[in-house]
């Protein structure tokens, strides 16, 4: 009796791992097919999407050189931005008072980098126009 005891749970050990094994296995299978699946949306979604470059301001401080304006660049559009150049302008009564150029080698899709403009004029005194002038393929 103590050999048919001793059987029966074994047998029902077996049973258990087998039934964990597949579970594990299952779970798995699910992963492997979602990646897989994310991988192949990302392909065929992605190809042809544009960069989107945008800047805004973050803060303007003084400097020894005048003031700094520090923006932080995003790349709203699905495809990648390299040498992105930004342009920011202070304008008063219509007029170009001030300019500066600051290039971003690298912006991937949905991502965001931060820099900075150096003015000698205070910008927080004048209407700012800050725009992506250029960019090309990586």
């Not at 050990?13 to 990302?42: D, P, R, Y």
């Not at 150049?85 to 007029?95: D, H, I, M, N």
């Not at 150029?101 to 949905?110: C, E, K, R």
């Amino acid at each position: 009796m103590g050999q048919a005891e001793h059987s029966r749970d074994r047998t029902q050990s077996t049973l258990k791992g087998a039934t964990l094994e597949w579970v594990v296995a299952s779970v798995a299978g699910v992963i492997v097919a979602a990646m897989l699946g994310f991988l192949l949306f990302q392909a065929f979604t992605k190809a042809d999407a544009d960069p989107d470059p945008l800047a805004v301001v973050k803060s303007v401080t003084p400097v020894s050189n005048g003031y700094r304006m520090e923006i932080s660049a995003r790349n709203k559009g699905g495809g990648t931005a390299a040498n992105i150049k930004f342009r920011a302008e202070l304008r008063s009564e219509g007029r170009s008072v001030e300019s500066a150029d600051v290039t971003f080698s690298y912006l991937p899709s949905h991502s965001k980098r931060q820099g900075a403009f150096i003015f000698e004029n205070d910008p927080r005194g004048y209407n700012v126009v800050l725009q992506a002038e250029s960019y090309t393929a990586p």
